[in-house]
């Protein structure tokens, strides 16, 4: 398949540092960017204002049915039916909502299908937990970016201004549910370029993202 444009997947667990590379990979190549989990986020937050458990699939189904996304790449904007979710989608709640509705197939196949047609035609990075193995399977790059536990949690406190070891407890249990849920679980695609994180800063990944696109564009 020929596409105008480029297509970088990012994928990785919770407080890896995804949305920050992301945004500046697409910034230094001139493309879009796409931060999928925002759209699980804001999908959350819409669904339990709308008085649906988190964990009912039949509701998230039906859920799903009436609603539309909308996502700009430029701003990052998010919203649902017309109500803007952005200022929402970082907090906690969000997250903890998100962890368990992206679990729900009809959830997965929605987005997934929005997902899709903000990729199609290429020049995006997109950056969320399958993209590289369900999402865009035929892009151009891949990476996994990863670090321990410990690490995440820490660049998490640090971000939340907390030293609540709360924070840890919630991102294993999130990992968890990433790792393990039966729809397309969290897994580094097996053509992706893995890449340990516990070492760099932001700007350090970015750079060595950079270096790997340039050798391989070189190759
Ligand atoms: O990356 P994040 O923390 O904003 O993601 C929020 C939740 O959404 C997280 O529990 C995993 C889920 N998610 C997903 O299942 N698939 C994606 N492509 C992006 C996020």
Do not use: W
């Not at 790449?73 to 368990?100: F, H, M, P, W």
């Not at 399977?137 to 990476?143: G, R, Y």
């Not at 700007?203 to 696109?213: K, N, Q, T, Y």
């Amino acid at each position: 398949m020929t596409r105008p444009g480029l297509v970088i997947a990012i994928d990785g667990p919770g407080g890896v540092g995804k949305t920050t590379v992301s945004r500046a990979l697409a910034r230094r190549l001139g493309l879009r960017h796409v931060c999928t989990g925002a759209m699980y986020r804001a999908l959350a937050l819409a669904a339990d204002e709308s008085g649906i458990d988190a964990g009912d699939e039949d509701a998230l189904r039906a859920f799903c049915a009436g609603i539309e996304i909308e996502y700009d790449c430029a701003s990052g904007r998010v919203g649902i039916n017309g109500k803007d979710y952005t200022e929402r989608v970082g907090s906690q709640r969000a997250g903890e909502l998100a962890s368990v509705v992206s679990a729900a197939p009809p959830v997965r196949e929605f987005l997934v299908a929005c997902q899709k047609r903000l990729a199609r035609g290429g020049g995006v990075v997109m950056e969320g937990r399958d993209i590289g193995t369900v999402v865009c399977p035929d892009a151009d790059l891949k990476f996994f970016l990863d670090a321990p536990l410990e690490v995440r949690a820490r660049r998490r406190r640090t971000e939340l201004g907390t030293d609540s070891g709360e924070v840890d407890e919630k991102m294993r249990k999130r990992d968890k549910l990433d790792r393990e849920r039966a729809a397309s679980p969290m897994r580094p695609a097996p053509d992706a370029v893995s890449v340990d994180t516990a070492e760099m800063d932001a700007d350090a990944v970015v750079d060595h993202l950079l270096s790997v696109i340039a050798a391989l564009k070189g190759s």
